[in-house]
C-alpha cells in the first residue's frame, strides 16, 4: 500500500515561512529507511488502527478536567504507522519542552495499547489533509485518543485467535524487541508453572493484540489475543486520554500561575498548548529508545539521529522560529542528544558534566541554580537574528515517581550520613510517608510520595533532627517546584511577561519575538485565529530562518 502522503527522502526548498514549511515537510518525511521502507509492508511497526478529521477543524467536545472523554467524532481509514510529528501548541509559546521522539503507545500489550489510534489525515470530501494536520498540532494539549475497546474488539480476526484453555491470568507480556512476533505468559489456575504462548506475527500485516491486562484475572474461554484489523470507512468515537508525560508540566504551570496571580495578575491561566509548546529531537514514533526498537544496532539508531537531529534538524528549525525563552529537556538521553548537536551553543557555567554523578538531578541542580543557555547571534542578508533560551535539564517525564519531592543520596554518602545521624536515617526509612529506593550502585532516593506530605516531613525534620537537617536540605529535590522557581525568576528580571487583558481579549504570557503565521495563512486559517497578533507583524524572507538553521548547524 502506498504511502499516504508520499514520502520524500530530502526536504523542499523552502516557499512559506519556516513555521508553514515545518509542515510540508515533516509530515511527508521519508529520510529514514527504518521508519519508512521503500515497500510499506517493511515497516517495523503497525499497522495501527486510524482516524481522519470529517471537517479540517472539527468540532471537539472540552475535557473540563477529565482523565479520559469523548473528544470528536470520526471516521477510520486503512491501518497505517502514524506520520511524523511537529510540536504541539503555539509556534511563539514562551516555554518549550524537548523530549527524544513520540512514544508508540499502540506497541504496549494489554487493553490500552490495543484500543489505541493515530490521526491520518486525508482530503476527502473537499477536505484539505494538511489543514487538518496542522490543525491538530497546534491545538493538542495532554491528550492523545483511543477508540472504545468494544468498537475495536469487532474487529479482532477470527483466524490465529488464542483463547483461555482455563481461568487464570496474565502475569507477562513484554515485548523486547520491535519484532512483530512475541510471546505472552499465563498463569493458569492450578498448574505450577506459567505457560508461554507464542503471538506469531508478520511485518506488513495485521498486528498481534493482547486483550487481557497483567494481573488481570481471565475465564476459561476468553480471548487473550488476537489480530487486528480496523477498517477504513467506519463512523467512530475519538476519546482524548491524558498521558502522563505530557501531564508533567502541569504543576509547574499551576505554581507558576500562583505566582503571577501575586504579582497582581488576578486573570491569568496558563495552559498546556498556549503558553507551552511541546516538541521532540526525532519526528517519528518508536515504542523506546535504543537499539532493540531502532533496526537492532547502535549504527541504525544513531542513521536515525543523525538524519533527524542533524541533516533535517526539525527541532532545531521550530526551535529558530520559535525563540522559546525557556526550554525543558526532558531526561537525560535528550540532553545528551540535544549537546552532541547544538553543543557549541551552549553557555553554562559552570560546565555541564558529561556523566553527571546523579543523572538527571544532578544535571536539574545544575541549571537550575546557574543559568545555562543557548545562544545565537548572526546577521544573514542583512537582517539581524539572536537567540538566548534558558535550559532546564529534567528528569523524564514519562514516571511520575521521578518527580516527587525526594532526599537523594550516594550509597557512600548515606552510610556516612547513617553513622553520623542514626536517628534521622531510621526517620528516612521507616517513616511511612516516604517511599525508599536502593539501586545497587546508585543513588538512594527517599521519595515523599503525597505532595501534601512534604511541608510537614520537612518541619518534623527541622524539628526533631535539626543537626541533620541542613545535610539533608541540600540533598532534597522538589523538581516541580525546581522548574516553576526558575520561572518566577525570569520573570523578575523581564526574561518573561504577562500581557494584560485589552480591547476584551483576555491576558497572556507574552509570546517571544518575531512574526507567525501558523494559524492564519494563504494555506488555512484556523477559526481561532491568532489572539497574539503575530500574523500581523512585519513578516521575514522566505527562507531567512532556514539559513539561520544552517549557520546554527555549522559549528556542530
Not at 472540552?62 to 486503512?78: I, M, N, Q, V, Y
Not at 491501518?79 to 512514544?103: L, S
Not at 527541532?315 to 552532541?340: C, E
Request: hydrophobic share 35%.
Amino acid at each position: 500500500m502506498p504511502y499516504d502522503p508520499p514520502r520524500q527522502r530530502k526536504p523542499n526548498p523552502p516557499k512559506d515561512p519556516l513555521e508553514i514549511d515545518l509542515v510540508y515537510n515533516v509530515r511527508p518525511c521519508g529520510t529514514c529507511r527504518f521508519f519508512w521502507p521503500t515497500n510499506s509492508a517493511e515497516q517495523p511497526y503497525g499497522p495501527y488502527p486510524v482516524y481522519d478529521f470529517d471537517s479540517n477543524t472539527p468540532k471537539e467536545n472540552e475535557p473540563d478536567g477529565a482523565k479520559s472523554f469523548l473528544w470528536l467524532k470520526g471516521t477510520t481509514r486503512s491501518p497505517t504507522f502514524p506520520d511524523a510529528e511537529v510540536m504541539d501548541g503555539c509556534r511563539k509559546a514562551p516555554i518549550m519542552t524537548i523530549g527524544i521522539n513520540p512514544n508508540l503507545t499502540a506497541f504496549a500489550p494489554g487493553t490500552t495499547g490495543a484500543s489505541w489510534g493515530y490521526p491520518s489525515f486525508s482530503s476527502d470530501n473537499g477536505t484539505d489533509s494538511w489543514t487538518k494536520y496542522a490543525y491538530y498540532y497546534r491545538y493538542r494539549t495532554v491528550y492523545q485518543e483511543h477508540f472504545d475497546l468494544k468498537f475495536v474488539e469487532k474487529y479482532l480476526l477470527p483466524e490465529g485467535q488464542i483463547k483461555a484453555l482455563k481461568p487464570g491470568m496474565l502475569v507477562d507480556a513484554t515485548r523486547k524487541t520491535d519484532a512483530p512476533s512475541f510471546d505472552i505468559k499465563v498463569q493458569y489456575d492450578g498448574e505450577t508453572q506459567p505457560t508461554t504462548i507464542p503471538l506469531a506475527g508478520k511485518l506488513g500485516e495485521p498486528r498481534y493484540v493482547v486483550l487481557v491486562n497483567l494481573k488481570q484475572p481471565f475465564k476459561k474461554g476468553d480471548v487473550l489475543a488476537a489480530r487486528l484489523n480496523v477498517p477504513a470507512g467506519k463512523k467512530a468515537n475519538i476519546y482524548g486520554q491524558q498521558i502522563g508525560y505530557y501531564m508533567q508540566i502541569v504543576p509547574v504551570l499551576e505554581s507558576f500561575q500562583k505566582f503571577l496571580v501575586s504579582k497582581g495578575h488576578k486573570d491569568a491561566r496558563l495552559l498546556v498548548g498556549e503558553d507551552v509548546g511541546q516538541l521532540d529531537m526525532v519526528a517519528c514514533a518508536s515504542p523506546h529508545w535504543g537499539p532493540e526498537w531502532l533496526g537492532g544496532t547502535s549504527q541504525s539508531v544513531n542513521t536515525v539521529v543523525n538524519n533527524c537531529v542533524m541533516t533535517n534538524a526539525w527541532a532545531m528549525k521550530q526551535l529558530v522560529q520559535t525563540r522559546p525563552a525557556i526550554l525543558y529537556l526532558v531526561g537525560q538521553s535528550s540532553w545528551n542528544m540535544f549537546r552532541k548537536a547544538y553543543g557549541h551553543l551552549i553557555q553554562a557555567h559552570p560546565s555541564l558534566p558529561n556523566y553527571p554523578e546523579d543523572g538527571p538531578y544532578t544535571l536539574l541542580r545544575l541549571t537550575t541554580e546557574n543559568d545555562c543557555r543557548l545562544e545565537f547571534k548572526t546577521k544573514i542578508d542583512g537582517i539581524k537574528y539572536s537567540l538566548s533560551t534558558r535550559l532546564i535539564i529534567t528528569p523524564h517525564f514519562s514516571y511520575d515517581v521521578n518527580f516527587v519531592p525526594q532526599f537523594r543520596m550516594s550509597a557512600d554518602a548515606l552510610k556516612a550520613f547513617t553513622a553520623k545521624y542514626a536517628a534521622a536515617s531510621k526517620f528516612l526509612h521507616t517513616d511511612p510517608r516516604i517511599q525508599v529506593e536502593k539501586p545497587a550502585g546508585g543513588f538512594a532516593a527517599f521519595g515523599i510520595m503525597k505532595a501534601a506530605d512534604a511541608p510537614p516531613v520537612l518541619v518534623e525534620i527541622k524539628k526533631k533532627f535539626a543537626s541533620a537537617a541542613p545535610t539533608l536540605m541540600a540533598d532534597y529535590y522538589d523538581p516541580h517546584q525546581m522548574m516553576a522557581d526558575v520561572l518566577e525568576a525570569m520573570f523578575d528580571k523581564g526574561q518573561l511577561s504577562y500581557t494584560p487583558p485589552k480591547s476584551g481579549h483576555h491576558g497572556f504570557l507574552s509570546r517571544t519575538d518575531g512574526p507567525c503565521t501558523f494559524c492564519v495563512n494563504d494555506h488555512w486559517k484556523f477559526p481561532q485565529g491568532c489572539p497574539y497578533g503575530k500574523p500581523e507583524e512585519k513578516q521575514l524572507p522566505v527562507g531567512f530562518l532556514e539559513k539561520v538553521a544552517a549557520a546554527m548547524m555549522a559549528g556542530a
